[in-house]
């Protein structure tokens, strides 16, 4: 089956700039108020993503905004703002952690949380947000959305039965993709291993409406529609029990989406790395995040709650990531 076109546009897409508009030296640290570096590393992530803080800044949402309490996007908004704007050299995020359970319901402000969960309650919590007061928007239009526009692609996944061949297809749209990390050594190599066709057998069988019957399959995932902004976790989870999978797994610079399309002909696709949370601890129940942030000035930064220091690539690349943003 083919996508199904939006019947509505709700944010046009030319009018995304992924560009920073100023240029300025990095904005202010972000207190630690108890055990927030979790909340501290997104809110960073999110504030220097280029065409999401040109955006916020413009503020277009809030002046369109008839939303009665929370609404994340303008939080976010005012943070933004707050953060790139003012000459505070420390900013405490107590609207974002105030507001905590209406972003995500399992996180409470004097617990740690887990900065993937995080990311994947704030995307969802904006996209609630540009939603807002659209409540006959079919799904598709729903991924027209300033925050579908930036960080939103689409995955086909292609079902062929390995009994008479025949091929079904279906397509998930996606903010972010977790890539296991169990057997790759590097970013690419996990997105090679996500593309690999998996055969779909035992109690994983599928019925083929051509042979109506429990068959055998092979599935394959690949990147249908790319987003502005690609954003990877490496699922360092070695189980349920929190045990941590430590290893370092190689990142680069640039990368090129193209070998993980599902048409893989044409020109490169790329990417430039922006971005990255990492997490210090033993397991993943515990331990502490930073992130590395690019700022306007083209400059990287470390950014460890309250400090913002700058430092070259070669520290940024070098790091054990667990979270990784990269810009078209």
Not at 221 to 234: D, E, G, W
Not at 292 to 320: F, P
Request: aromatic share 10%.
């Amino acid at each position: 089956e083919e996508m199904a076109l939006p019947q509505r546009i709700l944010f046009p897409p030319e009018e995304i700039c992924m560009d920073w508009q100023q240029r300025q030296r990095p904005g202010a640290g972000l207190c630690n108020l108890g055990s927030t570096c979790y909340i501290n590393v997104i809110l960073q992530c999110l504030t220097y993503t280029p065409p999401l803080a040109n955006y916020l800044l413009s503020r277009d949402h809030s002046q369109l905004c008839h939303r009665q309490g929370f609404c994340m996007m303008c939080i976010m908004e005012a943070h933004v703002r707050k953060v790139l704007r003012s000459s505070a050299n420390v900013i405490w995020p107590r609207a974002v952690v105030r507001d905590l359970k209406f972003i995500g319901e399992e996180f409470e402000p004097d617990m740690a949380g887990d900065a993937y969960e995080f990311l994947r309650c704030a995307l969802e919590a904006m996209q609630r947000a540009c939603l807002s007061g659209s409540s006959d928007v079919d799904i598709s239009s729903q991924t027209t959305t300033i925050i579908h526009q930036i960080f939103g692609g689409f995955l086909k996944s292609r079902v062929t039965c390995l009994r008479c061949q025949a091929v079904s297809d279906s397509y998930k749209a996606f903010l972010h993709v977790l890539l296991d990390i169990k057997a790759p050594s590097s970013l690419t190599k996990a997105l090679e291993k996500f593309v690999t066709p998996k055969n779909l057998d035992g109690k994983y069988c599928l019925k083929c409406s051509k042979c109506e019957k429990k068959v055998t399959a092979s599935k394959r995932v690949t990147v249908h529609c790319v987003p502005k902004v690609f954003t990877v976790c490496l699922e360092r989870a070695a189980d349920h029990t929190g045990r941590k999978i430590s290893k370092i797994v190689e990142y680069p610079e640039y990368l090129d989406l193209r070998p993980y399309m599902s048409d893989t002909a044409g020109e490169p696709l790329l990417y430039s790395l922006y971005a990255l949370v990492v997490h210090n601890g033993d397991t993943c129940l515990d331990g502490h995040f930073f992130c590395y942030t690019k700022a306007s000035n083209g400059q990287w930064y470390k950014m460890d709650d309250e400090a913002v220091d700058n430092c070259g690539i070669h520290a940024v690349l070098r790091q054990q990531a667990y979270l990784l943003f990269y810009a078209r």
